[in-house]
């Protein structure tokens, strides 16, 4: 157990809708960084909040926006949800460099 | 931006005997390699991870090994175990680790018995 919790495990939507993953990093990290894992794309960074701040962006599409509150959990914000989106979505807290991942939520797009 | 390339795809080795996997990158402001252990349906566990001021770093059975004039690093399993057939990748990272993570497509590890 990495101490990084993600909600939900599994969601399944269809086309056009939203969702939103939650992640929890581990107590004192600062940093949460999102990462997609698919089978054709593998695993890609998306995005870094740095307490409370947005620090990096990577293959962030613009459909999908993220935000980090006071209590430094974060949330994945997925729009206009298309076939493709369906992937293994990670978060990650840093701690002196090193990340260590939650267990992921599996959406699925119908 | 970061490219990072792992060889082979799949590697499928006898118990008891060596494994090594290779990535290379491309950007050189990359300064640190983590290596992650991945199960079916679990998450990315963090293995070893190796920094730029470094050439090699050995835990027990596994060692990594950096050449940032080649950039090439390479992760070595020793003595495999049944316990270590997994998807293994290597990542490449800027800022000490802080940035965010560039991944290879991965390496499946069979330990044949």
């Known amino acids: 157990d990495s101490g990084v919790t993600q909600t939900p495990k599994h969601l399944i939507t269809a086309t056009g809708q939203r969702v939103t993953l939650r992640c929890s990093p581990r107590s004192g990290d600062l940093s949460v960084y999102w990462y997609q894992q698919s089978l054709d794309q593998g695993l890609q960074f998306l995005i870094q909040y740095y307490n409370g701040e947005e620090r990096a962006k990577g293959n962030i599409l613009e459909r999908f926006s993220a935000q980090q509150f006071p209590d430094l959990h974060s949330e994945l914000n997925l729009s206009s949800l298309e076939l493709g989106d369906s992937a293994l979505y990670f978060c990650?807290?840093?701690?002196?460099?090193?990340?260590?991942f939650g267990p992921g939520t599996r959406l699925t797009v119908l | 931006g970061e490219n990072v390339e792992q060889h082979p795809s799949t590697l499928s080795v006898q118990e008891g005997d060596s494994a090594v996997i290779k990535c290379t990158y491309s950007d050189s402001a990359s300064n640190y390699f983590p290596w992650y252990k991945q199960e079916l349906g679990k998450r990315p566990q963090l293995i070893i991870d190796?920094?730029?001021?470094?050439g090699e770093k050995k835990d027990q059975r596994i060692a990594v090994t950096l050449n940032k004039t080649a950039k090439h690093f390479s992760l070595h399993i020793t003595e495999t175990q049944p316990e270590d057939s997994a998807v293994y990748f290597c990542a490449a990272g800027a800022g000490g680790g802080a940035d965010g993570l560039t991944f290879g497509k991965g390496t499946h590890l069979i330990i044949q018995p």
């Open positions: 990650a807290s840093s701690f002196q460099g090193q990340q260590f």
């Open positions: 190796i920094r730029s001021n470094v």
